[in-house]
C-alpha cells in the first residue's frame, strides 16, 4: 500500500518510513503540505501526518484526505484537544511513538502478486538449425 508521511523532522520521518516500509509498504515522505499535496495525483491508501510542519498546520490536508476518503493518523507532539472539533475523531498518536503503535495504524499490507519470469534458453540449450 501507498503511505504517505508529513513530517518536517528528518530523523522523525525517516523512522517512520522504516517502520512502513519494513511492514512492506511504499513509503512517501514529505516535510511540507504543498509537497503533500502534489503527492495526491500518485494516489494514497493512507497517511501519518504531523500537524505542525514547515508551512502551517496540517488540518487542511487532513479534511482533504477525509474528503477523499483516504484513511489517515496524526502523529504529533500537538494534543489531541488542540485538534478543530471535526477532527478529534481521527486516530492520533503521540509523540514520541512506539514503533508498535505505528504498526498497529497502519492498513494491512496487499501481498505482492507472484510474477511469471520466462526461462531464458542459454546458447547451448537451444535446439540445433541443422
Known amino acids: 500500500m501507498r503511505i504517505l508521511i508529513l513530517e518536517d523532522h528528518p530523523f522523525i520521518a525517516l523512522d517512520l518510513q522504516?517502520?512502513?516500509?519494513?511492514?512492506?509498504?511504499?513509503?512517501?515522505?514529505c516535510g511540507a503540505i504543498t509537497a503533500a499535496r502534489r503527492r495526491l495525483a500518485d494516489g494514497l491508501?493512507?497517511?501519518?501526518?504531523?500537524?505542525?510542519?514547515?508551512?502551517?498546520?496540517?488540518?487542511?490536508?487532513?479534511?482533504?484526505l477525509?474528503?477523499?476518503g483516504i484513511p489517515f493518523a496524526f502523529v504529533s507532539a500537538s494534543r489531541p484537544s488542540d485538534l478543530p472539533a471535526p477532527l478529534r475523531d481521527a486516530p492520533f498518536i503521540a509523540k514520541p511513538f512506539l514503533e508498535e503503535v505505528i504498526v498497529a495504524a497502519l492498513p494491512p499490507a496487499k501481498?505482492?502478486?507472484h510474477y511469471h519470469?520466462?526461462?531464458?534458453?542459454?546458447?547451448?540449450?537451444?535446439?540445433?538449425?541443422?
Not at 522504516?18 to 515522505?29: C, L
Not at 491508501?45 to 482533504?64: E, I
Not at 519470469?117 to 541443422?130: D, T
Open 111 to 113: 501481498p505482492v502478486g
Open 18 to 29: 522504516s517502520i512502513v516500509e519494513g511492514e512492506g509498504h511504499i513509503a512517501s515522505v
Open 45 to 64: 491508501d493512507f497517511a501519518f501526518l504531523d500537524v505542525d510542519v514547515s508551512d502551517g498546520k496540517s488540518y487542511d490536508f487532513a479534511r482533504l
Open 117 to 130: 519470469v520466462p526461462r531464458i534458453r542459454l546458447a547451448e540449450e537451444r535446439p540445433s538449425a541443422g
Open 66 to 68: 477525509r474528503d477523499r
